[in-house]
């Protein structure tokens, strides 16, 4: 197996980073290690300031705020590995650093004009502030591409996305900007909200994002000024003021705030007693559902009247599970002839392993009946995503534990299966679905690309002109999803009076939240839009929580979801 990647020519880029110190978190020691083995950065000079001051160290109305982020760190920074401080002198060589000193405030660093003209005068690309305050002037407009940063809605990042249980946190890039120049929101990452620990939610989405800066990089390196073309504006204006008495003429009083000074601040103490009570709810709540509630996948059908898919997700029957101890996933229905079989997962509950199973649909009964087990191995199972070429059944099988994505064909359908070949290996990815496009085979799959990424968030796109080749060609966008409420594959992609649509997973807060209907835009070997048209959430029946699979044949419509007990 081999991933082939096809880059266009690269204009090569002079990149500055903003310090404050030769120690940082391990999630930005890992940029610049990338920024040093890649092909499109012509130099790295790195520009020190002085150790910033903490925010919030010594002032009285934040005593408890900084007592909860102090037990929080007691309690789980021992397993924050991209948090640690690791150093970076040995890429600071006697020609890359400019050591200056700024006029700092609370929130603003101001840098003399002197400084401003010799960093200037080094013809850099892209500036990226890691531990730079606020930047108010001159130097916003010291690179030709603009300072980029990490950028979060509130303050500080990540923290009251766990305390008030928001199913998922987003951090975005973004180009500085100021109160008369916009800047830019260049890409966003979206991830699961950790549920206990508001360091955890921060390490987790700042680890998981830290590719953001690379890709965008690599983006801009071949793409010039039009990187820029699609991006959306960020308007450092608000709350422009009516003027009542249009003779007097006066100027607009513009009022304006910077990025992170525009959402959530941190708590006052008063604030922080109701947020250590709303933790501590939040604790007991988890120990009672770990021990005494279980949620069970189960599978629903319906026929297709006139071959019009039934969007009534409440009239859907379900098929019953064998017993407590399994759950049923996954499904994806066929028709053959006269026939039609529903290809899903099953897991035991005492070994956690999945497999698959086959089911035929009885007329007379009015269900599928009968399962059969038709694939089984000593790694889990799931997404049996089966599907015909040339009266030829393949099936595409998640199996990730395995490190692979194997395809098999059918030598006695619907039962009989037998391995063709591992379409990659060594990779973590699941839910891989194939569609025929333009004369090309397109492969929609999650992937995570390093380790302690999540399964969930990001989605990559390859294609082939041979489904059976282990030869796949990587987009160039790739991954050209970042967000966990719409990248996980959730059925097969569905064409419909010439439209074509991808059902996708919303898996922010709990694993399978909802469903999400994509309609493809633009898929060529070079670009890649999607716009999201429908969620579909588990509310049309009392006792379901959670859905995650949709597929379609011509005759039935299945879709899986949690029962709760």
């Not at 700092?104 to 730079?132: A, C, G, P």
């Not at 599907?387 to 099936?395: A, D, I, L, P, T």
């Not at 004369?439 to 990559?460: C, H, Q, R, T």
């Not at 835009?521 to 006792?543: C, G, H, S, Y």
Request: glycine share 4%.
């Amino acid at each position: 197996m081999s991933i082939k990647k096809r880059d266009k020519q690269m204009r090569k880029l002079k990149i500055a980073i903003l310090i404050d110190d030769t120690k940082l978190a391990n999630f930005q020691v890992q940029i610049i290690k990338q920024l040093e083995e890649s092909k499109w950065c012509d130099k790295i000079i790195f520009i020190k300031k002085q150790k910033s001051r903490d925010l919030y160290e010594g002032k009285s109305k934040y005593l408890f705020f900084r007592l909860i982020l102090k037990l929080d760190e007691k309690i789980f920074a021992k397993n924050t590995p991209y948090l640690q401080k690791k150093s970076i002198k040995e890429f600071i060589k006697d020609d890359n650093l400019i050591e200056i000193k700024t006029k700092e405030s609370e929130y603003f660093d101001t840098i003399k004009k002197q400084d401003i003209n010799k960093i200037k005068d080094l013809d850099i690309d892209v500036m990226i502030n890691f531990t730079f305050k606020y930047i108010v002037d001159d130097l916003l407009k010291a690179a030709r591409y603009g300072i980029w940063e990490y950028f979060s809605d509130n303050r500080p990042p990540a923290f009251w996305e766990v305390i008030e249980n928001k199913p998922y946190t987003e951090v975005k890039l973004q180009t500085l900007g100021s109160a008369f120049e916009c800047g830019y929101v260049l890409d966003s990452f979206k991830t699961v909200t950790h549920q206990k620990s508001m360091l955890k939610n921060y390490e987790q989405i700042m680890w998981r994002s830290h590719m953001m800066v690379i890709h965008n990089l690599k983006r801009l390196s071949i793409e010039g000024k039009n990187y820029f073309l699609d991006k959306k504006v960020v308007s450092y204006f608000y709350d422009l003021p009516r003027i009542t008495k249009h003779k007097e003429k006066k100027l607009f009083d513009f009022q304006f705030k910077f990025s992170d000074d525009r959402g959530k601040k941190p708590p006052s103490n008063f604030d922080s007693l109701r947020v250590i009570c709303r933790l501590i709810a939040k604790y007991a709540k988890f120990s009672v559902r770990r021990f005494f509630k279980m949620d069970r996948w189960i599978i629903l059908f319906s026929e297709n009247k006139n071959g019009k898919i039934n969007p009534d997700f409440s009239s859907y029957k379900r098929l019953p599970l064998p017993s407590n101890d399994y759950f049923q996933a996954d499904p994806f229905v066929i028709d053959e002839g006269d026939e039609s079989y529903l290809f899903f997962e099953e897991l035991d509950y005492k070994t956690l392993k999945g497999y698959l199973l086959v089911a035929r649909y009885d007329k007379n009964r009015e269900t599928f009946v009968e399962p059969k087990e038709i694939l089984r191995r000593e790694y889990h199972l799931s997404y049996p995503h089966v599907f015909k070429v040339e009266n030829q059944y393949y099936m595409v099988v998640e199996s990730h534990e395995n490190l692979t994505i194997d395809l098999y064909k059918a030598e006695s359908f619907p039962t009989r299966w037998t391995k063709v070949k591992s379409l990659m290996k060594d990779i973590k990815a699941v839910d891989a679905t194939l569609h025929k496009k333009d004369g090309k085979w397109w492969m929609f799959v999650n992937i995570a690309a390093k380790e302690g990424f999540s399964l969930n968030d990001e989605l990559y796109i390859y294609y082939s002109d041979d489904f059976r080749s282990d030869e796949w060609i990587s987009h160039p966008l790739n991954p050209v999803i970042s967000d966990v409420t719409r990248a996980r594959p959730g059925g097969n992609l569905i064409e419909k009076e010439g439209r074509l649509f991808r059902p996708a997973q919303n898996c922010s807060g709990v694993y399978g939240r909802g469903l999400v209907i994509n309609e493809i835009l633009e898929l060529d070997e070079t670009n890649f839009k999607e716009r999201v048209i429908q969620q579909i959430r588990a509310d049309f029946a009392d006792d379901l929580v959670a859905v995650h699979t949709f597929n379609t044949s011509k005759r039935f419509s299945v879709i899986d979801a949690i029962k709760s007990r």
